[in-house]
C-alpha cells in the first residue's frame, strides 16, 4: 500500500482508487450523517465507519468526512496542534494528494477544506471553507456515565447536570476549572457537546463563518456545528469560563494573542514559546514581525 | 373518653395446626375524663391484652373500642398512628428505643413528633428526667445501657412527657424505689387532675388503692377454656 | 386531627402486578401512603418486596396498575406518564437509597461532587451555593467537611450510605424508597443509620417506603407494614400491631422466626 502510494506522482490521483478512496455509496452514508448533524446542531450521529489504511485514534473520522466532503476543485489543508509538518498532518494530506488529486496548502486563507486534530488556526475562517475535527471520544459524558444508553438518555432528555458535575471537580481539586481542553460546550442552548481536544483557548472561536464538522472513527459519530452557531462553554456563575494561554508573547513572531507551544531548547531550564499555529507564525514573519529569538532562530 | 363495648380477641395459631384460642369474650369498660380505672385478674387473665387492643398493638376480633371519636377495632392505621400521637399515650414496661439515641431525646420525641419545637421538648424532657430522679449525667446517654428501673423510669418520662387525654399505664411503679415510685404516683394523680382517662394495671396494690377510682376485673371476660 | 385532615395521600398504588414470564414478581398491589408516614414492606427473599419498590419507583414498569403520586397537577399515573416528566421526579420529588451504596453513588466523584449532583441537575449553578449546601448536609449525615474532597471508595460502608442518603435528601424530596438500607452494615453502624433516618424522616416531613427482611429495623422505623409472600401481599397494619399480633400464617412463621425483636 505504501509502496503503491510512493510509486504514484505528487498532484496525480492514483487509479486504482475512487475519488478520495472512499467509494460513492460510503460518501453518501456519511453525507446523509452531516447534513442531519447539520440540521441538529451539536447532535452526534451515528455512521457506519469503514476501515481506513490507517489505525484508530490517527484521524480515521476526520478522514472519512474529508472524504466525503471532498470535491476536486478543493485546496486541503491538514493541522496537527497548528502544526503543517507533523507526521499525521503530512501523512493525511498525502493520501488526499494521491487518493483525490486536489490541491494542498499550509496557509489557512486559501483552504477550502482543513483537517485539524485539536487546534483551531488563528487566522479567522470564512463562509465557504469546512473545518473537520478529528474527534478521539465524541461523548462529554462519557468520563463519568459509562453507559452508552444512559448517555443517550440524558441528551435525550436534556439532563446535563452531570457535566457540571465535573467541572465541580475540577474547582474541589484545583481551585479552579482545570479542564484545559475538550472542554464542553452547550451548543444552540440544546446538546451538550466535546468540542474534541482543542484548548479552551479556542472555544470561543467555535462561533465562526465557516462549517464545522467533527468525525470519531472508533466511536462512530459525526456532529456537526453550522455557521455562526451559539456555542457557549459551561461554567459556574462565580467560576466562569475562561480562555486560558500561556502568559507570553510569540517568541519567534511576538504574536501577544495567539495560542502558544512550550518548547524546552536545552536541558539547563532553557525554553521558548512559540505559536503552535505554524502558518499563522509564518505569515506574521513574512510580514516583519520579530519576537524575543525571531532574529536567532532559523526561520525554516 | 375510653370505650370498650363487647370485645373479643382469638389468636389463630396457624402454624399448629391451626388452633383458634379464644382469650376475651364480651369485654366492657368505660373510663370517664379524670378518672383511673385499674384492670385485675389473675396472670394470663387478659389484663395486658385487653390493654394492648386499647392502644391498637392487638386487633380486637369482634366488638367496639373507642378512644376519644377513634374507633380503634376499625380504624385505619393513620388514624390509630395520629392517635397515638396526639390523644393515646402508652407506658409499657419494656423500653423500645433505637439503640444510641440520647435518653433526653428519647423522652422529648413525643413532643418532637407533635411539632414542638426542640428547644422546649427538651426543657421539657429535662424537667421530667430531674423529676424522676435520672442523674444529669446520664441524660446525654442512651437508655439502652441503663438498669430496669432507670429504664422504667425513661419510659415513665416518654408517655408523661405529652399531656394525652388518654393514658394506658402498663405496671409503672414495678421495680422502683419508694422515692421514685413516689413521683410516679404524683404524675398519675396530676394527670387524673388535668382530666385524663387512664387505665392501668397495677401489682401494687397500695399503689392502685391511692389513685384508681375503680377496679376492673378482667377474669369475667375470659372464656371458659376448652381443654 | 390536623393529619387527618389531608385528604388525598401523597401515593395511592392501584392494583399493580408485574411478572417475569410465568414467574410472579408482585401480584395485584394496592396501597394509600400519606404524607409523614414510613411504611416497611416485610418479606423473604423473592417474596416480591424489591420488584414491587422497583414498579413504585418508576425502575421497572408493571405489567398492569397505577401508581399515582401527588403533584401540582392533582394525583397523577406515574406509570403512564412520559419519561421525562418520571426522570424529573425522580431528582425533584423522589429519592432512592440503594442496599449497595456505591450502585447509587459515582464512585469516582467526591462526596461533595456527589451531593452537589442532584442540585446541578435540578440547575444550581453556583459553585460557593453548591458547596455550602454539601457541607450542611454531609454535616447532618455526619461526614466531617474535611471528607468532603475525598471520594467515596475512600469511605467505609456506614459512611458511604450515609453519603448516599445525603445525595438522595438535598433536594428536599417528599417521598424516598429504600431497598434495604442497612443490609450488609455492621450491628452498631445500623443503629446509627437508623436513628439518623428517624431523625430525618421527621424533620423534613418524609414518607418512605423501606424494604427489608430486619424486622428490627422496620419496627424502629416504620408507622405500616407490608408482609410479602411469593408476590402476594399477605398482610397489612401497624407495624407493632402486625409484629405483636400477627393474623396471617406466613407473618406468624416470620415473626417467631426471627431472634426477639
Known sequence: MRDELSRSGKGQAMEEYNFAYLDEQTKRMIRRALLKGMAVPGYQVPFASREMPMPYGWGTGGVQVSAAVMVPEDCFKVIDQGADDTTNAVSIRRFFERTAGVAVTERTGEATVIQTRHRIPEQPLEEGQILVYQVPIPEPLRFLEPSEVETRKMHALEEYGLMHVKLYEDIARHGEISTSYAYPVKVEGRYVMDPSPIPKFDNPKLRMAAIQLFGAGREQRIYALPPWCEVVSLDFEDYPFQASRADHDCDLCGAEGSYLDEVITDDAGGRMFVCSDTDFCAGRRDAGHLGRLGATEDVA | MITVENVTKTFTLHNQGGAVIPVMEGASLTVAPGECVALVGASGSGKSTLMRMIYGNYLAASGVIAVGDVDVARAAPREILALRREVLGYVSQFLRVVPRVPTREVVAEPLLALGMARADALVRAEALLAQLNIPERLWELSPTTFSGGEQQRVNIARGFAHEYPALLLDEPTASLDAVNREVVLTLIERAKERGAAIVGIFHDVEARDRVCDRVIDVTGFTPARVA | ?261
Open chain 3, 1 to 261: 386531627m390536623k393529619d387527618i385532615a389531608v385528604t388525598e395521600p401523597l401515593l395511592r398504588v392501584e392494583g399493580l402486578s408485574k411478572s417475569y414470564g410465568r414467574r410472579i414478581g408482585c401480584e395485584n398491589v394496592g396501597f394509600d401512603l400519606w404524607p409523614g408516614e414510613v411504611m416497611g414492606i416485610v418479606g423473604e427473599s423473592g417474596s416480591g418486596k424489591t420488584t414491587l419498590l422497583n414498579c413504585l419507583a418508576g425502575h421497572l414498569a408493571p405489567d398492569t396498575g397505577r401508581v399515582l403520586f401527588d403533584t401540582d397537577a392533582g394525583m397523577v399515573d406515574t406509570v403512564t406518564m412520559s419519561e421525562p416528566a418520571r426522570r424529573m421526579l425522580g431528582r425533584t420529588d423522589w429519592a432512592f437509597v440503594h442496599q449497595h451504596a456505591q450502585d447509587g453513588l459515582r464512585m469516582n466523584v467526591s462526596a461533595g461532587g456527589n451531593v452537589g449532583e442532584r442540585l446541578m441537575a435540578v440547575g444550581a449553578r453556583h459553585y460557593r451555593d453548591i458547596r455550602e449546601k454539601a457541607v450542611d448536609w454531609l454535616d447532618r449525615v455526619e461526614i466531617a467537611e474535611d471528607r468532603m474532597d475525598d471520594r467515596p471508595t475512600a469511605f467505609s460502608g456506614g459512611m458511604r450510605q450515609r453519603l448516599q442518603i445525603a445525595r438522595n435528601l438535598v433536594t428536599g424530596p417528599r417521598l424516598v424508597f429504600m431497598d434495604e438500607p442497612t443490609g450488609g452494615l455492621d450491628v452498631s453502624v445500623q443503629a446509627r443509620l437508623l436513628d439518623l433516618l428517624r431523625g430525618l424522616v421527621r424533620e423534613m416531613g418524609l414518607s418512605a417506603i423501606i424494604v427489608t427482611h430486619d424486622l428490627a429495623v422496620v419496627r424502629l422505623l416504620a408507622d405500616r407494614l407490608m408482609v410479602m409472600k411469593s408476590g402476594q401481599v399477605v398482610e397489612t397494619g401497624l407495624t407493632d400491631q402486625v409484629l405483636d399480633d400477627p393474623q396471617h400464617g406466613y407473618t406468624q412463621l416470620l415473626v417467631s422466626s426471627v431472634l426477639q425483636v
